[in-house]
């Protein structure tokens, strides 16, 4: 039973997981919270349907990649239109939240003005076998997205650690005005970071569609991102992920308690939302974030 | 001359005159050194010059061509910027940080050629190759900083006090690598409150003081103007002050 | 008709809550992005007590926003307390609303998910208006008394807050509080107008609509959201084929005004006559709008599409057009008008508030409740015959570098001490362990006989340690007038209930005498004439002033002053020694000052403390430090030696 609910825990906290990245990816160099984040993970859903189902037909591989891409694209897009001119100012990190949520609301109900709020289910995508471990099973998709995940995390973390561009971005998280002094083209940084960061909420919002379903109030769940990625730390990678993680152990852990009468996974959210408030009292940079003091 | 700047003046906000119509000139090869108490203007000045400030009036002129206010250009140009207080990634490597300063470069050759070069100035660095900039001490840092600017072949390198908050010892090494990079061909715009080492080492120095150049003349000529010593200490010409000639002097 | 009603009273609903929220995160700058929690705390509480105890509308409200309030301030406390950044504050505010949600969703009393249906309809246009225009009062009036000053504070600057003795927590609360208040009110009366009730109403959709209000409208004001929350109800009203669409466009708003005008409608400023204009050019937008729409409706199956496009862009445009010129117009004649009427209306009031005395002053006397008098210019009470500020070994180190490294220094009534040193040696650093800005690694710093270790910044501010700041940190966008008034809360003794409603005998005498002395400071710094002019357009030099200024306002037994003449030029650089000279021999202050302009620190100091690498190096008379070889080591980089003067 607790290995179900361990595999149960991995595979949604995966998603989690690759949301948070590419939240606090923003977030460590751009020091803001991209609330829009949450409308490209839906959008990415969305791509996968309209290739899968809607207008073409394609297998499900091709359609992921097609919604990686197409979801940075638009993060790309996003950041270009929503954040850059706010960005060369110097603005506040506070008028760039505000942008970033107002391309929320719009992108959301954008998607319920013109395709409805229908929920779609994307077709199967492996045969509905699994393979059972233990006693518990896991699911070929649950697998499937938890090994991808693992991997683009993987490359991310590569492509961080040994690209001249990856090096810029760490370096930009901590100085990054010095990077462009540096001779680094900001903009092209931060288009290549919007570009990563959309692809791999993309990436979460296809395998959230095929766990669930695709409807335009997905993005919501990017709040538990948010939250993952706060109790790992804002600003982290590693925090990211293990918070991501985490949060979604926790929640299958709620899910299949029940104290009393009640059964807590009703109050799932809730409960979300209190490891969220005692984590910020005992330790408001979460598990790995940093302490930004402000020069007096 | 490489540099050249004309009546140059920068505004904080609406009110503060950082810099007043700042006018002076760098030559090829030679060492130029700004001095001026703090908040005088000095790194508002090297921020403008490598681009991330936009002036409000006024033009510079490197290499001949007029320069605009894009950072990465700046280095693209050929101009390359030792920051006030290092600012080091202290989460990179020595061999990261001094990667970010070949940025734009793309020759192997090149870039393998200049890092012997730096490891020649500043041997620690070879030591140190793999640690985290973060764990260096004061000293061995200013010296990546610099070799991390180096790393651009900058025809001019600006030096944005060096000497911050170093002891007097490393204060010595660094002046005398300044000097050996100069000698290799490098045009150095120095800026600093440390003015006596400054003004040893520079051809041209200038003072600035609340924004506006007060004084231009050679390094020797300010090295012993009792109004410089005015401007630093306020001293009255009470005393006359004789400056014990170190072994750094030329 | 019954339309037009609707649309009313929908907004009168929705500005309340958006009053509410300008206070929180307008004035205080904290993003509430659950704000729809609190309307929903309030419709329930109203609802079940009207709906399952019959109890009448007006205590059924009451009790409501009492529970939105206590709600407020349990989920408040924690998160306000942790001093998180705004990302994580409002990260937080999300899960939060989410999380209440879901609790409604789940609880009987609230009959989950399905809601409450059969309310009864007890709000309609009239009380709902009443309510509206209470709402707004009671809000102006706070925003004008010393609560409201103070919050407006933290907003504009947190640092500065604490360093006139304002704490933080207790204020951030008060003004979540009385937010939560307002939209709890909001939502009791949305519960009885609507008659159906359930979670889903109060969904992030309703505090994005918020949000937006206050962002559009403008921060810092209450004219803005009010504008921008009342187009926010009724343009969507007048498209009600684009419903869905309406919140895209409140989405792409945000984004144009954050990128455009990020001060929104009416940032920072309430309507005035020469804003007044504004408000009909917006009013006769609307209109135009309805108007334009109306029309193109009526006339497109006769005439065709463009026709009646045109016509209605025509009567549009001629609307908003008119007007904006009647706007303009009535400016014109209300400004000579105002001022007489207002003079009129004071004259009255003030008759009325006469009257009043007899009966209310021995009253609110005899209840504690009167002005006990400024405590005044204290004449120095510290005893003389030991050290004011006493350093000893006092040590910082932030990461691996020790920023001061044992520094000892003693400070004794009624001098002017001078730190100086090289940059980076430490100088702004003991500024800010003394005055508790950061906390102390070892050692001791003895002020007025009590040590200072461990008391948060603003009890050692109000207990006599005042201080100014290198980057001049004033609140820009109050006026100077009230920089200084705002540092005089300690003065100020009435009570919240009074400042609600402007209680005229309690409030305005307190007022009147805070602003007596607000000009007394002021006319100390000689910036009397510049009272009523917005803090941040002032000049650098006369900012600087004004940070003295309100730093007096504390009555201060030690003053700090961080780098006073920063980017001064000579002249003004004199007028400031002169100011600091006239200051001291007034009040006999004690005053520590940082400098790096030498005229100013040997014309000032009689005394001189030199750091160097957060070690002091030197203490002396100026003239000794002007000959100290190890100052001009420290500063010129080189061994120096004196000539023997022939």
Known sequence: MILQTIITGLSIGSIYALMAVGYSLVFSVLNFSNFAHGAIITLGAYIAWAIMVQFLRLPFLPALLLSILGAGILAFL?????????????????????????????????????????????????????????????????????????????????????????????????????????????DVLVAVLFLIAGGLGGMAGVFMGVKYMVYPSMGWITNKAYIGAVIGGLGSLPGAIVGGMLLGLLEALVSVTTIGSVQLSTYRDVFSFGILAILLIVRPTGLFGRLVEEKL | ?????????????????????????????????????????????????????????????????????????????????????????????????????????????????????????????????????????????????????????????LMDEPSLGLAPVLVGQVFDAIQEIARQGTTILLVEQNALKALEISR??????????????????????????????????????ILEEGPHAH | MAYAQAIFTNSAIYIIAAMGLAIFTGYTGLFSLGHAAFMAVGAYTAAILTYFYHWPLLPALLVGMIAAVLVSLVVGYPTLRAKLRSDYFAIATLGFGEALKVILENLDLTQGARGLPGIQKLAGPVNTAAWMVLAIWVCWNFLRSTYGRKIIAIGQDPVAAEMIG??????????????????????????????????????????????????????????????????????????????????????????????????????????????????????????????????????APEWGGAPSLLLAALLGLGVTVAMNYAGRGLARLLQPVLPILSATWHRGFNHIVRLGDGVFVPWTRAAGAAATGDPGPQANTVAADKPLLSIRGLRKHFGGVIAVDSVDLDVWPGQIVGLIGPNGSGKTTVFNLTSGVYPIDSGTVTFDGRALAGQPPTSIVLGGISRTFQNIRLFS?????????????????????????????????????????????????????????????????????LEIARALALH????????????????????????????????????????????????????????????????????????????LEAYLGQKVEYAPQG
């Open chain 1, 78 to 186: 996003n950041e270009r239109i929503a954040y850059s001119t706010l960005r060369r100012r110097r603005a506040p990190s506070l008028y760039l939240m505000i942008s970033a949520m107002g391309v929320a609301i719009a992108l959301q109900n954008l998607l319920y003005a013109t395709i409805g709020a229908k929920l779609y289910a994307l077709p199967p995508v492996f045969a509905q076998d699994a393979f059972e471990v233990g006693g518990a099973t896991i699911s070929r998709m649950d697998l499937f997205a938890f090994v991808f995940s693992v991997v683009a995390i993987g490359l991310l973390h590569f492509g961080l650690m040994y690209t001249k561009v990856g090096t810029a971005i760490r370096a930009a998280s901590h100085d990054m005005e010095m990077v462009s002094v540096l001779g680094v083209n900001l």
């Open chain 3, 166 to 299: 304002i704490r933080l927590l207790p204020n951030q609360m008060l003004s979540l509080g009385f937010s939560a208040a307002l939209a709890g009110l909001s939502g009791g009366l949305l519960a009885h107008y609507i008659t159906f009730i359930q979670p889903a109403i109060f969904s992030m959709d309703l505090s994005s609509l918020l949000t937006a209000g206050v962002v559009c409208g403008g921060m810092g004001s209450l004219t803005g959201p009010f504008v921008a929350t009342a187009l926010f109800v009724v343009v969507p009203e007048l498209f009600r084929g684009l419903a869905l669409w309406r919140l895209v466009l409140y989405g792409v708003l945000l984004v144009v005004i954050m990128n455009l005008r990020p001060k929104g409608l009416y940032g920072h400023e309430e309507l005035n006559l020469s804003n007044l204009p504004k408000l009909f050019l917006i009013a006769g937008l609307t209109v135009g709008l309805t108007i334009g729409a109306s029309v193109y409706n009526a006339y």
């Open chain 3, 556 to 631: 201060p037994k030690l003053l700090l002053l961080d780098e006073p003449a920063a980017g001064m030029n000579p002249q003004e650089s004199l007028d400031l020694v002169e100011l600091i000279r006239r200051i001291h021999e007034r009040t006999q202050l004690t005053v520590i000052l940082i400098e790096h302009h030498m005229d100013v620190v040997m014309n000032l100091c009689e005394r001189i403390a030199v750091l160097n690498f957060g070690k002091k190096i030197a203490e002396g008379t100026p003239d000794e430090i002007q000959s100290n070889p190890l100052v």
């Open chain 2, 1 to 157: 001359m490489l540099l050249r700047v004309d009546r140059l003046n920068y505004y904080y906000g609406e009110a503060i005159h950082a810099l007043r119509d700042v006018s002076f000139e760098v030559e090829e090869g030679e060492i130029a050194a700004i001095i001026g108490a703090n908040g005088a203007g000095k790194s508002t000045l090297m921020w403008t010059l490598v681009g991330l400030l936009k002036p409000k009036s006024g033009t510079i002129t490197f290499n001949g061509r007029p320069m605009k206010p894009i950072p990465h250009q700046a280095v693209a140009s050929g101009i390359a910027l030792v920051p006030e207080r290092r600012r080091l990634f202290p989460n990179l490597t020595v061999r990261e940080n001094l990667t970010l300063g070949g940025y734009r470069r793309n020759d192997k050759a090149g870039l393998a050629k200049d890092e012997e070069y730096i490891f020649s100035l500043f041997p620690v660095l070879r030591e140190r190759f793999t640690q985290f900039a973060g764990t260096l001490s004061g000293g061995q840092q200013q010296m990546l900083a610099i070799a991390r600017a180096l790393m651009s072949r900058p025809k001019l390198l």
């Open chain 2, 204 to 241: 041209r120095a200038y003072v600035l003081e609340v924004g506006r150049i007060v004084l231009q003349g050679t390094g020797k000529e300010l090295l012993h103007s009792p109004i410089v010593q005015a401007a630093y200490l306020g001293v009255r010409q009470r005393k006359e002050v």
């Open chain 3, 477 to 545: 966008s109050m006026t100077v007038l009230d920089n200084v008034r705002t540092a005089l809360h300690t003065a100020s003794d009435y009570g919240l209930f009074a400042a609600f409603v402007q209680w005229p005998w309690t409030v305005r005498p307190t007022e009147e005498r805070l602003r007596t002395r607000a000009m007394e400071l002021l006319g100390v710094v000689g910036l009397e004439a510049y009272a009523d002019r917005v803090a941040g357009t002032l000049p650098y030099g006369l900012q600087r002033k």
